[in-house]
């Protein structure tokens, strides 16, 4: 506490967060101009950011309605994938990496397993799962699924093995059971390391989403849109660049959520650094 | 021969000046003398620990003159003329026990094999010769600390600054700390400046102990120890060793009445 | 809680390992489950010999191009994070950016850098791994410099060190565990990164295409050899990156402490 309490702390002037969200898009968004004008970029290469909002607004084919709406749609298409994926992986996750915080030998011999499996490209066994899934919907969700399990199942198991040793020979000097121990004491001191998890889980469900649409044929999504405006690159990069800024955003837009969740939740809980 | 340590007029005032929040030091005057063993104790937040920075330059006065060896404190810093021991030991994990100790000596710029040598040599001061290829994690906190003890001796300072060294550890490793700290204050002949909670560690150690007073944070009596020395545990039995533990007792409460 | 010994630690993950591949092929064959489904692991090693010099060949191009962008990424990350490290103010204003930047599907731009060099060149390839790599090397090297013990800078101040002397003595040696989080996240980002890159566009020879290739020509076992391969290529990249830590840092937590 005394360490904390008297760190040189520097001054860091607090620029209000609204007004450098501003300043740093505003910032990106010179760059890429500049960018484009110095090394004299053609439309294929780097199109206008004007071009790529043009775009927006553009009707997205002939007589169609504009791509905003069906980057939208496709947006919120791959948004409930994802978030369906989410949800189920973090709930393994939170499970598996309870049951191995409890269960040694479980967790030395699976956890290796656990591991193995991130290592394996996703988009490699992608195929195969739309085989087992026979094409269906349900591809998306397990595969963003199958990426989500892993962050939450390792930083649970972490978290859960987190609390002092003397919290937990205190809970067993109160006769605590283990589910008592489990509530009062691991879960709460886990939650930092599940939300750090979560955060991860919500980016890489998102990619789980869009990566799962590639090869399931899937067409009303980002993964689809994404595949079908890149053969149309050549007459219109701008609108390959459109679906591609939607689906940044669906990605940070998850993230941001999650982030104001842990906020909230770990308000009153004092963040180990 | 200047004071070690001179103190004028020293006040430490926390937060921006327009809204200043505490008031840690108020009206500090102290002076030093080479080889003394000098305890600072008062209650919590009394503004022990920002003397001892203060002294040490880690943060800088609000107003009034801190000198050390004669010249400005933050001179004596950059001429490394004082070891700091903190109260938790602040060990880099990634260095073995020797490579720790010998870490000001590295800054410093001695040459490797002195290092090593002068690394062995405080390793065997504080016991810990068999230690010295272990990883800080491998040690107990009582270890840890002694293990940061010879690293602040590694560079024979005259000035030593303890801050609760021995805050986080049993009575017996404390007493037993107390000695060796003594006996080590004897062979380097150095001048210390000893933060701490405890009343007859302060007794036992010093030749003057500071009692303190909080809010703001005075320096409210000084007592001179006059016990003998060599001290040992029968120092502990000592009936003059329990008056003064009494007097400096009745000095913390005078300071806290006059808070009031 | 004792320490397992050796034998207690390995022993459980191989049995766990033996029991599914015989399980797996026993259930293949009493289940009768077709070969489009899920080929009985016979199947697939004998697809592997068969098949040998093409994934070979494929599975050297993708790791090429995952090497390659993983170092130009993570060391670009790296150099940036060091770079950063000390105007205090500029770096705490960007994190959040970065970390945004870090939760976008970096893979969605794998067709622009298709289109940008072409997507038979492997600089497509690489590009791509470099960016994916970029951001969670650059967010975790900056994390590792930063998050210092106070108490630590406050003893180097008491040592009056210059700022390099900090960085090289304190902040570095700290960032280290994160640095190899970081490259253990990087290493699979790396291999994803270029897979993806060639699902939009490859060569043929190239365990993307390959792979995608043969599920569409129903050669189920051949696809499932390829993907054997990419996963052991996986977990290769990832044991390396596992050992070369336990040699770097000998001292830290999740290396093994007996
Ligand atoms: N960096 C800081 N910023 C603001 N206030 C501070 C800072 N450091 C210390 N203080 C305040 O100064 C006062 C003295 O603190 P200090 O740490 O010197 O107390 P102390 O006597 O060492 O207490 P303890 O015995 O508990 O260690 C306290 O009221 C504390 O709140
Ligand atoms: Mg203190």
Redesign the interface.
């Given at each position: 506490m005394e360490v904390a309490l008297s760190a040189p702390t520097r001054p860091i002037r607090r620029v209000p967060p609204t007004l450098a969200v501003i300043l740093v898009i505003a910032a990106l968004a010179v760059t890429w101009e500049l960018i484009k004008l110095v090394f004299n970029l053609d439309k294929r290469t780097l199109p206008h950011l004007w071009e790529i909002a043009d775009a927006f607004v553009q009707p997205s084919r002939r007589n169609g309605p504009p791509l905003i709406s069906v980057l939208l749609e496709a947006a919120l298409y791959t948004l409930r994938g994802a978030l369906l994926g989410f949800f189920i992986g973090a709930a393994l996750g939170f499970v598996l990496g309870t049951i191995f915080a409890h269960f040694p030998l479980l967790e030395r011999s699976l956890v290796p397993y656990v591991v193995a499996s991130q290592t394996v490209p996703i988009l490699a066994i992608a195929p195969m799962v739309v085989i087992w899934l026979r094409g269906s919907w349900w591809s998306v969700p397990v595969i963003a699924a199958y990426l989500t399990f892993f962050p939450v199942t390792i930083n649970t198991l972490r978290g859960m093995r987190s609390p002092d040793p003397r919290a937990v020979e205190l809970m067993h000097s109160y006769a605590a059971s283990t589910w008592q121990t489990l509530w009062k004491l691991r879960f709460p001191s886990a939650l930092p390391a599940i939300f750090t998890a979560l955060k991860i889980a919500a980016t890489a469900s998102v990619v789980g989403a869009i990566i799962a649409e590639l090869p399931s044929g899937i067409q009303q999504g980002l993964g689809g849109a994404i595949l079908n405006f890149n053969q149309y690159y050549i007459t219109g990069p701008e609108r390959l660049w459109a679906a591609i800024f939607m689906a940044a955003l669906v990605g940070i837009l998850l993230f941001v959520a999650v982030s104001l969740i842990e906020r909230i939740v770990l308000r009153n809980i004092v963040r180990a650094a | 021969m200047p004071p070690v340590v001179s103190l004028k007029n020293v006040n430490k005032i926390f937060g921006p000046a327009e809204r200043p929040t505490t008031i840690a030091l108020k009206d500090i005057n102290l002076e030093i003398q080479p080889r003394e063993f000098i305890s600072l104790i008062g209650p919590s937040g009394c503004g022990k620990?920002?003397l001892l920075?203060t002294i040490?330059d880690?943060?800088e006065a609000s107003s009034g003159e801190v000198m050390v060896n004669g010249k400005p404190a933050r001179q004596a810093?950059?001429?490394?003329e004082?070891?700091?021991v903190?109260?938790?030991p602040?060990l880099?994990?990634?260095?073995t026990v020797l490579k720790n100790v010998e870490?000001?000596l590295?800054?410093?710029g001695v040459p490797k094999a002195e290092r090593t040598r002068r690394g062995r040599e405080m390793l065997r001061l504080v016991e810990l010769q068999n230690f010295e290829r272990h990883?800080p994690?491998q040690l107990s906190g009582g270890m840890q600390q002694r293990v940061a003890i010879a690293r602040a001796l590694a560079f024979r300072p005259e000035l030593l600054l303890m801050d609760e060294p021995f805050g986080a550890l049993d009575e017996i490793t404390r007493e037993r700390m107390n000695a060796e700290l003594l006996r080590i204050w004897h062979e380097t002949q150095t001048t210390v400046v000893f933060v701490t909670h405890s009343i007859p560690e302060a007794v036992f150690l010093s030749t003057r102990v500071a009692v303190m007073s909080a809010r703001p944070g005075r320096i409210s009596d000084i007592i001179t120890i006059d016990l003998p020395y060599p001290r040992n545990v029968e120092t502990r039995e000592h009936p003059r060793f329990f008056e003064l533990v009494t007097m400096v007792r009745e000095a913390l409460r005078k300071g806290e009445e006059m808070k009031e | 809680m004792t320490h397992p010994s050796r034998f207690q630690r390995y022993a459980p993950p191989v049995v766990v390992f033996f029991a599914v591949i015989i399980l797996w092929e026993v259930l293949v064959d009493v289940l009768n489950i077709q070969r489009f489904l899920l080929p009985a692991p016979s199947v697939i090693a004998e697809a592997f010999f068969r098949t040998f010099s093409v994934i070979m060949n494929s599975a050297a191009y993708t790791i090429r191009s995952a090497v390659i962008g993983f170092l130009v990424g993570a060391g670009a990350g790296m150099l940036v994070a060091l770079a950063t490290a000390r105007w205090t103010t500029m770096r705490e204003g960007l994190m959040p950016f970065a970390i945004a930047l870090n939760s976008v599907p970096i893979i969605a731009f794998a067709p622009i850098m298709n289109n940008w060099f072409g997507s038979t060149n492997p600089m497509s390839k690489i590009m791509i791994v470099a960016i994916i790599t970029f951001f969670p090397m650059m967010i975790n090297m900056v994390r590792g410099l930063t998050l210092v013990e106070p108490a630590k800078i406050e003893l180097m101040r008491s040592y009056a060190t210059t700022p390099l002397e900090v960085l090289t003595k304190v902040r570095i040696p700290n960032s280290l565990p994160y640095l190899f989080n970081a490259l253990k996240v990087c290493s699979t980002l790396a291999l994803i990164g270029a897979i993806v890159g060639e699902y939009f566009g490859g060569p043929r020879e190239s365990l993307g295409v390959y792979i995608l290739q043969e599920a569409q020509l129903f050669r189920f076992d051949n696809a499932w050899a390829a993907i054997i391969i990419s996963a052991l290529l996986g977990i290769a990249f990832y044991l390396i990156i596992l050992a070369a830590e336990r040699i770097a840092i000998p001292w830290h937590a999740s290396v093994d402490r007996r």
């Open positions: - | 620990s920002t920075r040490g880690l943060i810093r950059i001429n490394r004082y070891g700091m903190f109260q938790a602040v880099f994990e990634w260095r870490l000001p590295e800054v410093m990883y994690w | -």
